[in-house]
């Protein structure tokens, strides 16, 4: 790991792990948002991480802000983190000005925007261009996912951009990139829980970890977390070098959603009726896996663009297709 990326992480880490409490989550879910949690998001810098120096950004590529976003989603920190940070790269990369506050992004559709109620400006990106919108001149309809996250219809009537410019940003990549981001975080949650309550759960005279059938589980739940991970991160330097990021975002997000499909599974089989309850930290990243996987494309879907765009390559294409060359 890089000096900067450790760095990233070092900071993220302390700031979510004492903020991000049960109660915190649960008060978003009642839908209060953790506007404390942000303005210390902030003031770390976290929300500039792709934005470059000249702009008063840190200037990081995708593979180092992933550190951030991964362990957002770790502690399942109930803020548009994510969102934030690919809106303001949005905007620098298109020459506009980076406004303060949350932020979204979305295609035509603003139908399902992350957060719509609490953010303070959406970038909208649809054919070929980037328009700047504030949200208080958007009216909201709001919804929310099956992690309790808002998801809000946002309408434009007559609001008028308050800036734009030319962008070939594909948001729906983007959105998946980020939630195969946030799956691998969660993920490693999974693990670090399941494998804590198998060393702490005594039965039989011994922790449940002792015995193989466990251990079996748990490595198969670690080899998916590991998968997820690999693939996100595989995408991030697609981005970061210029490589065909189609391929390697289809392939992180096909393989995130397996680990999603799989994963909390395994954990809530290891950890038995506990695992259920409102009162036990699980559910809230179940919820959060089961959700994500569904947004921005299921598997399916990638896997078919996936495979389309590799048979447009034709036979001389399928091997450095195949081997990311």
């Known amino acids: 790991m890089s000096e900067i990326r450790a760095l ?27 506007a404390h949690l942000w303005s210390e998001v902030e003031e770390a810098g976290l929300t500039q991480a792709l934005v470059p120096e000249a702009k008063g950004g840190s200037g990081l590529g995708f593979e180092d802000a992933a550190v951030v976003l991964q362990i957002a989603a770790r502690h399942a920190a109930p803020i548009p983190l994510g969102e934030s940070l690919i809106a303001a790269c949005l905007l620098a990369e298109s020459g506009l000005d980076i406004p303060d506050g949350p932020l979204a992004f979305a295609g035509a559709n603003l139908e399902a925007v ?19 919108y504030r949200r208080a001149d958007l009216k909201v309809t709001e919804g929310r996912n099956l992690a309790l996250e808002p998801r809000d219809a ?30 691998a975080g969660a993920m490693a949650a999974l693990v670090d829980i399941g494998v804590g309550y198998a060393n702490e759960r005594v039965q ?51 393989r995130a959603g397996e680990a ?42 990638w896997a078919e663009k996936l495979g389309a765009e590799i048979c447009r390559g034709g036979a001389e294409g399928f091997w450095p297709a195949l081997v990311g060359r």
Do not use: C
């Open 114 to 132: 992350p957060w719509g109620r609490d953010i303070r400006h959406v970038v909208m990106v649809a054919g070929g261009k980037l328009r700047l």
């Open 154 to 183: 946002l309408a434009l009537g007559q609001a008028k951009p308050i800036a734009e410019a030319k962008s070939g940003a594909d948001p729906l990549l983007l959105g998946a990139f980020l939630r195969s981001l946030q799956i």
């Open 8 to 34: 990233l992480a070092d900071t993220a880490e302390k700031l979510f792990s004492a903020r991000v409490t049960k109660e915190l989550i649960t008060a978003a879910e009642g839908g209060r948002f953790p």
């Open 260 to 301: 999603a499909g799989r994963g909390p599974r395994i954990a809530h089989q290891v950890m038995g009726a506990i695992g259920f309850t409102y009162e036990h930290h699980l559910h809230f990243l179940t919820r959060r896996l089961w959700a994500w996987r569904a947004e921005y494309g299921h598997e399916t879907a």
């Open 204 to 254: 039989f005279g011994k922790p449940i970890g002792k015995y193989q059938a466990i251990q079996h589980q748990l490595a198969e739940l670690a080899a998916e977390s590991a998968a997820a991970d690999v693939a996100a991160r595989a995408a991030a330097r697609a981005l970061d070098h210029g490589q065909n990021a189609t391929q390697a975002i289809a392939a992180a997000k096909i």
